[in-house]
Each structure stands twice: as C-alpha cells, then as structure tokens.
C-alpha cells in the first residue's frame, strides 16, 4: 500500500498525551497538567510508529486522500498511552494461596522465607515445569495484563536460582518477547533468594563467575535479549557487598541497574543503587531521607508497588516525600504468586488511595516514567508523533 496507514483513530473527545515535547520523564510542577487534546485524530503508521496527532479536523484535511488499514471512530471517547507496569515477576509454576492464609494468621513475609515457603516454594515448582507448561501460563498472564491496558512490561527471571532454570525462564521470556503482541523489557534476577546451602557472597560469586559470562554469550549470539540485572537487596537475602559486586558486574556486560531495594528493612540500597548509576530502584518501603535526595538528583527512578504494602501490610513507600523532592517515581504491579495483580488502573488506584498520590501523578507513574525506569521512554510512555503506537481507547469522554 504505497502511502498507507495503519490505523486512523477519529473524533476522540479526548487524546491524553501524557507529554508533548519529547520529555524522558515527568517530576514536580510537570505533574500537575498532563499534555491533553479535545476533539483530537490520532494516526499510526504501517510500521507501528505516530504519525501524526492533532485537531480532527486538522487530521482529516491532512490525510483525506489516504487509505488505511483501519478506522476506529472514537466519538465519546478518550485515548490513553498504553500502560507501562514497570516491575513484575510472571514466570513460575506453583500457586501460594495457602501461604494467603498463614499471612492473614499473622505470619511475616521473612517467616514463611525460613520455613522454606515463598520465593523457595515457587522455585521448587519452577524447577520442576517445562518450559512448555511455563511459557503457557505465561502467555495467560500477559494476555490478562493487555485486557487490563498494559502494552509494555518488564519481565523478571529469579525462580531459578540455578542458571540451568535462570535460562529457561529467560528463553520463555525471549519467546514472548518474539511472538507476542506486547512489549517486553526482560531482567535477569538470579539473585532472588540465596540457594539453599550456600551463602549471599557464594551465590555473588556463582553469578558473576558462570551465569552473567553465559548471558553475555547468548546474547552476543542474539539467543537471548536482557535488557536488566536486579538483586533482592534485602537483611537475610543479599547484603549490600554482595548485591554491589552483583549489579556492578551485570553493568559491566551492558545491563542496566533496576533492583529491590529498601523495602523489608533500611539497607541504604538507594545510595548503593545511586553510586552505581542504577536506572532504577524498586520498593523503597525503608528508604533512607539521604537516599531519596541521591536519587532525586540523580535522576534514578523509584518504582513504587502498592500491592506489596497493601498485601502484607508494610508501611506504604513515602511517595509523598518522593514526589516533592523531584524523584522520577513510578509504578508497577508487582505480579508474583505472593501479589496476584494484572491491573495496572488497580495498582494506580491503590497509588492514589494508599500513597496518597494524584490522578495525574499516577497515571504519569504508569505510563512515561514507567518507561523511564526501563529505559524505554523515547519509544513508549506518552502519545508523540515518532513514538510506538501503544495506545488505549476507553469508553469514558474523559
């Protein structure tokens, strides 16, 4: 179709462009007023790619010769960025409803850890899956996450533990990424959880030793895509020497930094992730005063899950405090057998109602510094011409 299109999107009553001059990221006063068109026309190229947004009219002028490969005429309704959910765990095998109820029993998160439950018991069961039966349930799960408006999703490793297990759940992750309709920001984290019989600074050294030189191989062969490296930082998980020698060397082979931090117990894991040039920090429940103005300064993103507090009852991340001290803070789900959550509108409204966010602070937390903290905004995150066509179309003028 020479000079065709895509997609022509008509007469929306609204186009929210979350931003309109090329920013990477939203902070302080820019929060306020997202970028919003009324009465707007939205096209997208044959490649996938914005081509033009603007007045209806504008669009039709413009582009009253042209053909294309659809029409969705949106009167009445508004155009949203696709969501960005910027920290899940969604490849595993083996359900942890019973561990629901020794939490509502009062058990703790570290608890159910040392009795062999949690990321141990899901680890077992991942072990034991093929990769058939794991790419499978994955598939399920992000088509929940599309019908929930998520059209790009970072996608942990880290029920392996093992580099044998480490690769498949990482192959399973690169199928996805190959054959599915939604993008995929893929991290490596073996270092989830100490492997029973060894210590954190052994298992440091089996992944910077075997694991990290075997991704750096298979992805020079362009096997395997991984785009970041995370550590669960964490008082009787890896401390911080072992969590340092770990990110550093991922850095080293080209990965960028995107951890949990800070979130069981203070650790100073934000100034760590802040001295090694970390893309971005996840949890941040105990984050130090010190370690919000590094990052803030440092433009590392905070990715806040409020199911995590919400579901075992921590105290919320200081998402306050983070936003007026400039923070590049976003969201994500958190999905995982331990929070079983798909939606990003859910996680947004747990954000405004927990955390005491904004509507407009949020829905930028889920869309353009989402992207950021993947690294990913100049592509995703906000309605721009050059931008990637990920878009959502609800059934609400506004």
Known sequence: MAGGHRLLLENARQVVLVCARGERFLTRDALRSLEVLEGASLVVGTDGFIKAIGPADAIQKQFSEETFEERIDCSGKCILPGLVDAHTHPVWAGERVHEFAMKLAGATYMDIHQAGGGINFTVERTRQASEEELYSSFQQRLGC?????????????????????????????????RELDIGISATYCGAHSVPKGKTASEA??????????????????????VDNIDVFCEKGVFDLDSTRRILQSGKDIGLQINFHGDELHPMKAAELG???????????????????????????????????????????PRARKMLDEGVIVALGSDFNPNAYCFSMPMVMHLACVNMRMSMPEALAAATINAAYALGKSHTQGSLEVGKQGDLIIINSPR
């Open 145 to 177: 996450m599309m019908r929930a408006g998520t059209t790009l999703v970072e996608c942990k490793s880290g029920y392996g533990l093992s580099l044998e297990t480490e690769l498949k759940m990482l192959r399973v992750i690169e199928r996805a990424r």
């Open 204 to 225: 440091a050294d089996d992944i910077i030793k075997n694991h990290l030189p075997r991704l750096k191989e298979l992805g020079r062969n362009g096997e395997i895509h």
């Open 274 to 316: 802040v001295e090694l040039g970390a893309q971005a920090i996840s949890h941040l429940e105990e984050v130090s005063d010190e370690g919000i103005a590094a990052m803030a300064s440092a433009r590392c993103s905070a990715v806040l899950l409020p199911t995590t507090a919400y579901m075992l009852r921590l105290k919320q």
